[in-house]
């Protein structure tokens, strides 16, 4: 099967997303939730067993909740970049959520899920750009996916010509009156993917890829989408990144064990270096919540 992206290839997520799924499970929670978690509340004497998937499930709330997903609605919801199925577990277990189809280009991930064959979840190996449903969707969700829809050394252009398309299949399978979320990182202090902001996305952790501008994020999807709600939390991901690289460290024997001593390393040293990016304000995390408009704007140059 080929898979299409103008993005991150399927070989660029196959070198990080299927390194081993034991791998991951060593220092993500128990969702396998592999974006920022939503700390707000959560205290910080209360113990990582306990607060990560509590943060974890508070943020898969906080998307249902974007896209406007009610007790007893029943919705038809598309996850794009679904991981392991942190939201398709959560939602299929949610009344809110009848149905849901998540989308992965990663073959390790689509196996993991297709294995756990959850009610209601239906996981495809496809990328956006090649997604056709056989029927509208209430509301499309996507966290840690946007990340890779532009590569390095792609012009702002070319970024912004591949975001307006996303955002136009976007409003394509989505009902009238639906909703969407966004959950993405994004350059704030740093202009380019030098420094720590490079180490993120650099080609030792993550081939190809290249954060977005709120600004392009803003041009992009202004013909096809009301923006309803924007938050920004360079610190929800600095601490969910400090967690695991706690948890990664309490398994560092096991993780040798999987990956090898340079492979622990790399990972460590990336989860370090990620958190100063944050801390640092160089990068940031948006949370968008948006409104389908009826029919696209046809807006000048």
């Known amino acids: 099967m080929t898979i299409t992206t103008a993005g991150s290839s399927a070989a660029d997520i196959e070198f990080h997303y299927d390194l081993g799924n034991d791998f991951y499970a060593l220092w993500l929670d128990e969702t396998l939730a592999y974006t920022a978690a939503r700390w707000d509340g959560i205290a910080r004497d209360e113990p990582d067993a306990t607060a990560l998937p509590r943060a974890q499930r508070a943020k898969l709330d906080h998307h249902l909740d974007l896209v406007g997903a009610r007790p007893g609605d029943g919705l038809r919801l598309l996850d794009v970049g679904c991981g392991w199925g942190a939201m398709l577990e959560h939602a299929s277990r949610d009344d809110r959520v009848a149905e849901v189809v998540g989308l992965t280009i990663s073959r390790a991930q689509y196996e993991f899920l297709t294995a756990r064959a ?84 650099g080609s030792d952790i993550f081939p190809g890829g290249r954060l977005p501008r709120l600004s392009e994020i803003a041009a992009a999807c202004d013909p096809y989408f009301s923006v309803v709600a924007l938050t920004a939390s360079a610190e929800d991901y600095a601490r969910t990144l400090a967690s695991w690289s706690a948890r990664l460290l309490r398994a560092r024997e096991e993780a040798e064990r999987l990956v090898g001593p340079e492979g622990y390393r790399r990972y460590r040293r990336y989860l370090r270096a990620s958190e100063v990016t944050f801390l640092r304000g160089a990068a940031t995390l948006y949370r968008i919540g948006f409104r389908r408009r009826a029919e696209p704007l046809r807006l000048s140059v």
């Not at 979840?121 to 509208?136: F, G, K, M, N, Q």
């Not at 969707?137 to 702002?156: I, K, L, P």
């Not at 740093?190 to 420094?195: K, L, N």
């Open 118 to 201: 959850l009610p209601g979840v239906e996981p495809r190996l496809e990328s956006w750009e090649d997604h056709t449903p056989e029927r509208a969707y209430d509301a499309v969700v996507s966290m840690g996916a946007f990340e890779h829809f532009a590569t390095a050394g792609m012009t702002r252009a070319e970024r912004l010509d591949g975001y307006a398309r996303y955002f136009e299949a976007c409003h394509r399978w989505l009902r009238p009156g639906g909703r969407m979320s966004l959950q993405t990182i994004a350059y704030d202090g740093a202009a380019d993917g030098s420094g720590p902001v490079g180490e993120f996305v």
